[in-house]
Structure formats: structure tokens, C-alpha cells
């Protein structure tokens, strides 16, 4: 199985903050990656697609690049609804599999 | 618009099994797979397996193989997840995940609002 390994698990940060979530694939995905946003008791909202495109609705002050196995995700500027955990998901290879998770905190 | 709505949040004992139900409508029901993901208190995302709604192939991973059945009733438009054998590991929300597109299996778009299994004694 192919293992997405996340970083940082958790961070602090100030609204008006960019702030950068990194996702690295044991094995190469091409670009079959996404990104998702959890906010407590709520399911996951997909951000980003095909690890750059902005799903339909989404601020662009969100953005997704990499491929390969080195993929990040860039908020330009934290707004106060931004505090939420994201989890990046390889769905190149079976089985699918998350990474574990940056939860984004208020400083 | 696209819905996914699960049924309510369960109870169960140890050793029993517990059936999720996730009924979709917006969309042609048959064209797109949906896949089973949960999250465990305070914990991460795990995919559980994967339904191809027309076909009705399943996958499942190693780890819940023996223990988790997905089908659906294209009458309801409905899909069913069940599990096994459950454990306090079990308590979690289950989440129904429908693909993003028919021939792009896995990458999930639209979610239900989750369903909350308690396995407890």
C-alpha cells in the first residue's frame, strides 16, 4: 500500500498567515491526488483536485501543487474559517489511502 | 444537487453487526461508485471499501475483508454498508463518499453527513 505521510500533524497559526501542508507518497501517484477539509462534526469538503485544480466553489486563496510523490497545500492568507484539519488522499494506487491529518490551530 | 443521506447513529453490542444505509439522490445513481470511509474518535480518515454501484463489484482492504459487505438497492437508490463482528475499535463515524466521476474510482467529491456506530457492552 502506498503510504501518504503528512506534515506538519498540527500548527499554530495567525489569521492573515500563508500557511504550507505537505503530503509525500511512498511510491509515485502522477498527479492523483486531492485534498480535503474536515471541520469537527462535519465530513471532509475536497479542496483541491488532481493535486492543483481549485474544486468549483473553493476561495482561491487555496492552492495545490506537486507530482510525483511531493505534493503541498498553500492557504495565502489563514481566514478564521480556515481553522479545520486537512487531509490529503492518493487515489492513484489500490487501495486509496489518507494522510494522517494537519490540524490548523489559531495562534 | 447531489445528496447522500446516511441513516441514524447506532448502538451495538460487542460481536454484533451493524448496517449503514446511505441513500443518494441529483444524479444517475448507477453511473457512480461510492466508496465506505471512518474515523474513529479523534482520529483520521480510513477508506473501508468501494462499491461500483451498475457493476456491483466490490473492493474491500485486507484489513476489513472478512468482515464488511457493501451492496445496493438501485430500486431506493440506496447503499449498504455492513460490518461484522464488531469491537469497541469499531466506534466510529461512517462516512458514504460518492467518485468524483464513473471512471475515476476512489476519488471522492461528495460525502453523507456520517453516521456514528457505538459498539459498546
Known amino acids: 500500500d502506498i503510504q501518504m505521510t503528512q506534515s506538519p500533524s498540527s500548527l499554530s497559526a495567525s489569521v492573515g498567515d500563508r500557511v504550507t501542508i505537505s503530503c509525500r507518497a511512498s511510491q509515485g501517484i502522477r498527479n492523483d491526488l486531492g485534498w480535503y477539509q474536515q471541520k469537527p462534526g462535519k465530513a471532509p469538503k475536497r479542496l483541491i483536485y488532481a493535486a492543483s485544480s481549485l474544486q468549483s466553489g473553493v476561495p482561491s486563496r487555496f492552492s495545490g501543487s506537486g507530482s510525483g510523490t511531493e505534493f503541498t497545500l498553500t492557504i495565502s492568507s489563514l481566514q478564521p474559517e480556515d481553522f479545520a484539519t486537512y487531509y490529503c488522499?492518493?487515489?492513484?494506487?489500490?487501495?486509496?489511502?489518507f494522510g494522517g491529518g494537519t490540524r490548523v490551530e489559531i495562534k | 444537487q447531489v445528496q447522500l443521506v446516511q441513516s441514524g447513529a447506532e448502538v451495538k453490542m460487542p460481536g454484533a453487526s451493524v448496517r449503514v444505509s446511505c441513500q443518494a439522490s441529483?444524479?444517475?445513481?448507477?453511473?457512480?461508485?461510492v466508496n465506505w470511509v471512518r474515523q474513529a474518535p479523534g482520529q483520521g480518515l480510513e477508506w473501508m471499501g468501494w462499491i461500483g454501484v451498475y457493476s456491483g463489484n466490490t473492493n474491500y482492504p485486507r484489513s476489513l475483508r472478512d468482515r464488511v459487505t457493501m451492496t445496493t438497492d438501485t430500486s431506493t437508490r440506496t447503499v449498504y454498508m455492513e460490518l461484522r463482528s464488531l469491537t469497541s475499535d469499531d466506534t466510529a463515524v461512517y462516512y458514504c463518499?460518492?467518485?468524483?466521476?464513473?471512471?475515476?474510482?476512489?476519488?471522492?467529491?461528495?460525502w453523507g453527513q456520517g453516521t456514528l456506530v457505538t459498539v459498546s457492552s
Open positions: 441529483g444524479y444517475s445513481f448507477e453511473m457512480y461508485g
Open positions: 463518499a460518492r467518485d468524483d466521476d464513473s471512471s475515476d474510482w476512489y476519488n471522492m467529491l461528495w
Open positions: 488522499l492518493q487515489h492513484s494506487r489500490y487501495p486509496p489511502t
